[in-house]
């Protein structure tokens, strides 16, 4: 992949965050309900399409042992800088050259796991507030990856926190994108306030201020043709970042009118979220094979490669962004995940290679039709993740429980979509 070198000013920055109405006139923060009177936005501009149905085909006693392993990893240690932390699994990621062991944190899967936890389980919305002020005080505030929370590391022997423990390889600090991260970030202040109706910790200083900033951070990295690149490093506009940076859009619209008062950002915000979308449709779909490409840059979607060809293929349906005709996100899905039958059935195996499960196909199976993938793969996790002596293993992590806890039924009432 092709990498360009851009620096990262302040400047640009105070470009984007005036562009979605995160300051005033002055550079500060506008207050809610400040600013010209405007009607609110009706509920359709703000709304995203939901692509298909969740709940049903997750057991009950599966759901509350993923609850309860979603509370396992989410760290409670008052007064502790480690506090509200929402752990990658919780065996550790890394030992250093003392034998210490850290456990990763990654807000991009942490965050996707918490939207879902808030629909599924209301009553672990502390939680996600705790979550919400640790990625505050954990974002860079200022500089290269300001808006961005970068990954980090817990000690287990006593919670201290770090961006780079010793002796840990590869790049660091990192982040695997900027753009997914920060709207990422908007998603769970959205599903935060949808579930509790609470805007006190949206309003916290420290946490409206990460908000804007991550909102800020995503406008900086559109490009004229209306994508994100990934990182203002690193010249690529991916398709699952796309449709997840335009429900990050709708997200962070919802907010600024439900939480600040402020109509015209969100109307802003909806702007840019069909802005992407519409870009989506044009520059991501394959026209020839009736697919999407995983990223601009790159050729003809090529279905013997899981990751990132055919798992792509289920993002727009999972996020509700059609293609340029009614259906044809649903059968981009049906056409890549034709090639993984018989004895590289996905269902069956996880074909990935890296070995990691991938539960968002079988929600894809489930948005198409094809239940009976879901329910194979949903059998197989179970089998896998609920064992005694050891539930779920790696390779298990957070953001999994995203897409299982989609294919599960709420505990108890959820307001907000799913």
């Not at 965050?111 to 599924?120: E, G």
């Not at 753009?179 to 309003?203: C, E, F, I």
């Not at 600024?256 to 402020?262: F, I, M, N, P, S």
């Not at 979220?273 to 989506?280: F, I, L, N, S």
């Amino acid at each position: 992949m092709a990498r360009v070198s851009l620096v990262w000013q302040a400047g640009l920055l105070a470009v984007a965050m005036s562009a979605v109405g995160c300051s005033g006139g002055d550079g500060a923060v506008a207050p809610p309900g400040s600013g010209p009177e405007a009607a609110p936005l009706q509920a359709a501009a703000l709304d995203t399409v939901r692509a298909c149905p969740g709940g049903g085909l997750v057991d009950a006693a599966f759901r509350d042992a993923a609850l309860a392993m979603f509370r396992q990893l989410a760290v409670q240690a008052p007064g502790r800088d480690a506090h509200g932390a929402v752990r990658m699994h919780w065996t550790p990621g890394h030992r250093d050259l003392q034998g210490q062991a850290w456990y990763q944190v990654q807000a991009y899967q942490a965050n996707l796991s918490v939207v879902q936890v808030l629909r599924t389980d209301p009553t672990l919305a502390p939680l996600a507030a705790d979550w919400l002020r640790w990625q505050a005080r954990h974002m860079r505030a200022v500089g290269q990856g300001q808006g961005v929370v970068f990954d980090h590391w817990l000690r287990a022997a006593d919670l201290q926190v770090a961006a780079c423990p010793p002796a840990l390889a590869g790049p660091c600090p990192f982040v695997d994108s900027y753009d997914s991260t920060a709207a990422s970030m908007l998603m769970v202040a959205d599903s935060y306030h949808a579930v509790t109706g609470d805007v006190a910790v949206l309003r916290e200083a420290a946490v409206q201020a990460a908000l804007r900033a991550s909102a800020a951070t995503v406008a900086a990295l559109h490009q004229a043709d209306g994508l994100t690149w990934a990182k203002p490093d690193y010249s690529v506009a991916y398709l699952m970042d796309a449709v997840e940076v335009a429900a990050g859009w709708r997200a962070w619209a919802r907010v600024q009118q439900a939480a600040y008062g402020d109509t015209a950002g969100a109307a802003r915000s909806v702007a840019m979220a069909q802005r992407t979308e519409d870009a989506t449709r044009a520059l991501l779909w394959h026209a020839p094979s009736q697919t999407w490409r995983h990223a601009v840059q790159a050729g003809a979607p090529d279905f013997s490669r899981w990751y990132a060809d055919t798992v792509a293929q289920a993002w727009p349906l999972l996020w509700g962004v059609e293609g340029p005709r009614s259906g044809d996100a649903a059968n981009a899905w049906r056409r890549a995940s034709a090639r993984w039958l018989g004895a590289d059935d996905w269902s069956r195996r996880n074909v990935d290679a890296a070995g990691f499960w991938w539960p968002a196909a079988a929600v894809a199976a489930q948005c198409v039709g094809d239940t009976a993938s879901a329910r194979a793969w949903i059998a197989r996790a179970r089998d896998a993740w609920l064992r005694p002596e050891q539930p779920f293993p790696w390779t298990f992590h957070v953001g999994d429980l995203r897409w299982l806890l989609w294919m599960a039924d709420p505990r108890g009432a959820v307001s907000g979509r799913r």
